[in-house]
């Protein structure tokens, strides 16, 4: 079945820098990459999401690049504040709604 | 105001002692899941429904059991709820069965199996 790896698990970064979160996949089937964010006490949050058929996408501060030969996708975050500080999960899915999670990420950006 | 609503949030109970966890949703949406969350793991399915009815098996079924009689309503069940299901429960919906699209998750139960 799938499998989906995050990195990296933590990420400390200051209020303004950019942040990076990786993760692949093992399924070439995968066709839907979402990514939630979860913030303290509350369920996952769809914040961007990405087919298969598109190589980036972009919204505000944040953006999505999929390479499907190598089977990566990263989410970019720029000029990050410190509403951005959560955990952060990608996930895999080729069809019916059927999500395959990372481990997540938990960013914190400091003042 | 749409949303995905499970009770109760915190939850404490011994071995043994069987349970139930809600979840409804007022969206109308077909699909509705359990995940489950812990340390390191990440969300791990635990079962699915696509529609009344129709309820599958997820990555980690064993010793949960699940009903969906209503189209908003989808209970998780755990019989003899033991230690190792200790952990933070998520409930999602999503609009449709087919093509993906956004999960609505729930604010989650946290529960505790002594």
């Known amino acids: 079945g799938e499998n989906v790896e995050q990195h990296p698990s933590t990420l400390s970064v200051q209020e303004g820098d950019s942040a990076v979160i990786k993760c692949t996949y093992s399924d070439s089937a995968s066709n839907y990459f979402p990514w939630y964010k979860q913030e303290l006490g509350k369920g996952p949050q769809l914040i961007i999401d990405?087919?298969?058929?598109?190589g980036e996408k972009k919204d505000q501060r944040i953006a999505v690049t999929l390479n499907k030969t190598a089977k990566h996708f990263s989410l970019h975050i720029t000029e990050t504040q410190p509403e951005d500080s959560a955990v952060y999960f990608c996930?895999?899915?080729?069809?019916?709604?059927?999500?395959?999670f990372g481990t997540g990420t938990r960013l914190l950006v400091s003042p | 105001e749409a949303q995905v609503t499970q009770n109760p949030r915190y939850l404490i109970t011994v071995t043994g002692k069987k349970l139930t966890v809600t979840c409804s949703q007022n969206?109308?949406?077909?699909?509705m899941s359990w995940y489950r969350q812990d340390p390191g793991l990440g969300l791990r399915q635990i079962y699915y429904?696509?529609?009344?009815?129709?309820?599958d098996k997820g990555d980690v079924p064993e010793g949960y059991k699940v009903s969906r009689k209503e189209k908003r309503n989808f209970p998780l069940i755990l019989e003899s709820p033991s230690p190792n299901q200790t952990s933070l429960y998520f409930c999602a919906s999503s609009p449709e069965t087919g093509q993906n699209t956004e999960a609505f998750f729930g604010q989650g139960t946290r529960l505790t199996v002594v």
């Open positions: 429904s696509m529609n009344v009815e129709v309820t």
């Open positions: 990405i087919r298969s058929n598109v």
């Open positions: 969206m109308n949406h077909e699909y």
């Open positions: 996930a895999a899915s080729k069809g019916f709604q059927k999500l395959v």
